[in-house]
Nanobody, 126 residues
Framework: QVQLVESGGGLVQAGDSLRLSCEAS????????MAWFRQAPGKDREFVAG????????DFADAVKGRFTISRDNAKSMTYLQMNSLKPEDTAVYYC???????????????????WGQGTQVTVSS
């Protein structure tokens, strides 16, 4: 079993930045893709960003390209989402997720990910 715990969410104004962190425990995650998803009220959970096991590849949703970056530190079992130039439409609960398959790809479908954190709220005011 793997436990994922997100932190770093909060209430910010449009244009501000936040850095989300995801700490994994239980088993080593350094062979697997990590991703961030978000879910706004009344909407489906959507892919935000993903990173392969060795940070060799990243992928981003069109809505966040150029504003968000994703990184990981396998030695610390940490994954990060740096969010810059935040907009009100970025308001959502953000989840980190682990794909428990040793395949170098970044799926955008939530059902490809086995382990999930509890989420952290990000609220961007205008």
């Amino acid at each position: 079993q793997v436990q994922l715990v997100e932190s770093g969410g909060g209430l910010v104004q449009a244009g501000d930045s936040l850095r989300l962190s995801c700490e994994a425990s239980g088993r080593a995650i350094n062979s697997f893709t990590m991703a961030w998803f978000r879910q706004a009220p009344g909407k489906d959970r959507e892919f935000v960003a993903g990173i392969t096991w060795n940070s060799g590849r990243t992928d981003f949703a069109d809505a966040v390209k150029g504003r968000f970056t994703i990184s990981r530190d396998n030695a610390k079992s940490m994954t990060y989402l740096q969010m810059n130039s935040l907009k009100p439409e970025d308001t959502a609960v953000y989840y980190c997720a682990l794909r428990w398959k040793p395949i170098v790809s970044i799926p955008i479908q939530p059902n490809e990910y086995v382990y999930w954190g509890q989420g952290t709220q990000v609220t961007v005011s205008s």
